[in-house]
Structures are given as C-alpha cells and as structure tokens.
C-alpha cells in the first residue's frame, strides 16, 4: 500500500471549496482542515505507488483554488 500526504495551501476563502473537490477524488481517503502555513492536508492511499502519484498530478493539483501543494510520501523500510 502506498501513502501520501499533501499539504495544500489555497488561495484565500477557497478552503472549503477545495475540500469538496477532494472528497470526490477515489484515493483521498481523509482531509483535514489545518490552521498555519498550509490550509488543508489529504490522506491519499493506493495499492501502487504510480496509482498515488497519478491522482497527485492530475486530480488534486489542477483543482481550481489551489495555490500550491507540498507532497510526503510515506515508505516501508
């Protein structure tokens, strides 16, 4: 399974709108407000890691609202 997390910052008063997108993404399993330097952070898991880093480039940072997104992924070691 792969994982990542995307920090998203939003141009202002987009927030919500930008959450709303998210949850109709398949492989965002989670979202969260956040209070700081980013706005909102989203779970995105997959069973490859192409798969995650697919939904990443074409589904989440073209979202109308976006400013910028800070991606982790996450490794088994």
């Keep these: 399974m792969a994982t990542g997390f995307v920090l998203i910052t939003t141009k202002p008063g987009k927030e ?6 998210l949850d109709k993404i398949e492989h965002v ?20 890691e192409y798969t995650l880093t697919k939904v990443i480039v074409e589904d989440i940072r073209p979202i109308e609202g976006i400013l910028d997104t800070k991606t982790l992924l996450g490794a088994e070691i």
């Design 29 to 48: 399993t989670n979202r969260w407000m956040l209070f700081g330097e980013y706005d909102l952070i989203a779970k995105v898991e997959s069973e490859e």
């Design 16 to 21: 919500h709108d930008v959450r709303n997108c």
